[in-house]
């Protein structure tokens, strides 16, 4: 069984790998990947981001402890309905829904707080050693009480930060909708990766 779920179209260079952050999906990225296709190799991995950063032990113990207090399924009810903001269409809100109903609740709890033990301890020595061209689309970030909040004019998410910070001419863009840009705003998202890729040469 691969340890990475991933989808691989067109040709042509540079290739182009996409990433999406937690809980997205390796289809969200099916817009973009039709258009550049016809010119470049298009990547899509199945990975998440976030960047939590603190004391590993203590952000597990603040996760855990929230998990504990609200249960489980309350607890991912609220995640999945923190990645919308008011123009969130119908649709995406119904495809992310889809995505609720599917989660094995006892899998979740483990794979979460490893998956923020992974990111205090490890997230950025693996984008050290990043040394391609990157682009970050944000568009939301998980606030100081883990809730998902809307990323303003001016502001950069934690894991924006961790990159631009750490990969080396990594360009930043933001686009101004919920947790899903490259579903809520695809032509924007994919005006932003056709520009950036027309900037590489």
């Known amino acids: 069984m691969p340890l990475l779920h991933f989808i691989d179209r067109g040709r042509g260079a540079p290739a182009v790998v996409f990433v999406h952050g937690f809980t997205c999906d390796l289809a969200d990225w099916d817009h973009p990947m039709r258009t550049l296709s016809a010119t470049h ?29 609200m249960g489980m399924d309350a607890f991912v009810d609220r995640f999945y309905e923190d990645f919308f903001v008011p123009s969130t269409p119908a649709a995406v809100r119904a495809c992310v829904g889809a995505r609720r109903a ?74 101004p909708c919920g947790h899903f840009a490259m579903l809520e705003a695809p032509d924007v998202t994919e005006r932003l990766l056709a520009g950036w890729l027309r900037r590489l040469g």
């Open 41 to 69: 190799r298009c990547i899509a991995a199945g990975v998440d981001g976030s960047l939590l950063e603190g004391e590993p032990d203590a952000l597990v113990a603040r996760y855990a402890d929230m998990i504990d207090s």
């Open 102 to 175: 599917r989660i094995d609740l006892d899998h979740a709890r483990r794979l979460l707080l490893d998956f923020v033990r992974w990111d205090a301890t490890r997230c950025r020595a693996v984008l050290a050693s990043i040394d391609v061209p990157v682009l970050v689309i944000q568009s939301t970030a998980v606030g100081p009480d883990f809730e998902r909040v809307a990323i303003g004019p001016g502001q950069v998410s934690p894991f924006a930060r961790a990159v631009i910070d750490t990969v080396p001419g990594a360009v930043l863009e933001t686009v």
